[in-house]
């Protein structure tokens, strides 16, 4: 999981309620990804970010917010615009220096009831 | 439309074992090949990184063979072991870009 935590591991919330996922990297790296995982399906980007105070909207952005006010960290915001937001949410990181190899945190399980 | 295949879906094998998974991609133009592995409940970890000029490349147990001609890429195990018992994860980056594009996976699963 290298030096990307995400928190909580799992969380759990009433539908109609916003929820906050937080993601922080100590690789001081420039980028950082936010990804969707269902089951059967390969990992979606929703929102990434290159530099600070700068984002952008991935494939399925609808939905979803996010802010990029530190290097370090790159919170996703699940709204509850989002249609089917339980899934598995990976947040990640890179940096052109290392053929942009993207590193990965633990992941959060979200449950929407 | 760029995109990442593999197969099988699941695989079953028995401790100590080979198994070879596969992964066809259609992205053009290509620059990386990366395998993942990923434990159930956790974010991927890579395996091997390849470029277009590579032909193979291994790590521990585990070796990556790439062919850029016919957009193929397998992953093989050699001597399984139960940890070996995960989701690999074929993605494939495409060339002056940071987006990487992702498979299925194949889920394999090592029994004593």
């Known amino acids: 999981d290298g030096g990307i935590t995400q928190s909580p591991k799992y969380l759990f919330r009433k539908e109609g309620q916003n929820v906050t996922l937080s993601c922080e990297q100590n690789?001081?790296?420039?980028?950082m990804y936010w990804y969707r995982q269902d089951p059967g399906q390969g990992l979606r980007l929703i929102y990434y970010s290159q530099i600070v105070n700068d984002f952008q909207k991935g494939d399925i952005a609808e939905g979803y917010s996010v802010s990029r006010e530190k290097k370090e960290s790159f919170p996703l915001t699940v709204t509850s615009a989002q249609k089917n937001p339980t899934a598995f949410y990976l947040c990640?990181?890179?940096?052109?220096?290392?053929?942009?190899?993207?590193?990965f945190g633990p992941g959060t399980r979200l449950t929407v009831t | 439309k760029n995109q990442v295949e593999q197969s099988p879906q699941s695989l079953i094998i028995l401790e100590g074992k080979n198994c070879t998974l596969q992964?066809?991609?259609?992205?053009?133009?290509?620059?990386?090949l990366r395998w993942y592995k990923q434990d159930t409940g956790r974010g991927p970890v890579s395996l091997t990184i390849m470029t277009f000029s590579e032909n193979t490349k291994s790590n521990g147990r585990y070796t990556a063979t790439l062919d850029a001609d016919t957009k193929q890429s397998s992953l093989h195990i050699t001597a399984s072991q139960l940890s070996d018992s995960a989701s690999y994860i074929c993605?494939?980056?495409?060339?002056?870009?940071?987006?990487?594009?992702f498979g299925t996976g194949t889920r394999l699963q090592v029994f004593p």
């Open positions: 990640a990181s890179s940096t052109s220096t290392d053929s942009y190899e993207q590193y």
């Open positions: 690789l001081n790296h420039d980028a």
């Open positions: 993605v494939v980056r495409g060339y002056n870009t940071d987006k990487l594009i």
């Open positions: 992964c066809n991609y259609t992205v053009s133009p290509f620059s990386n």
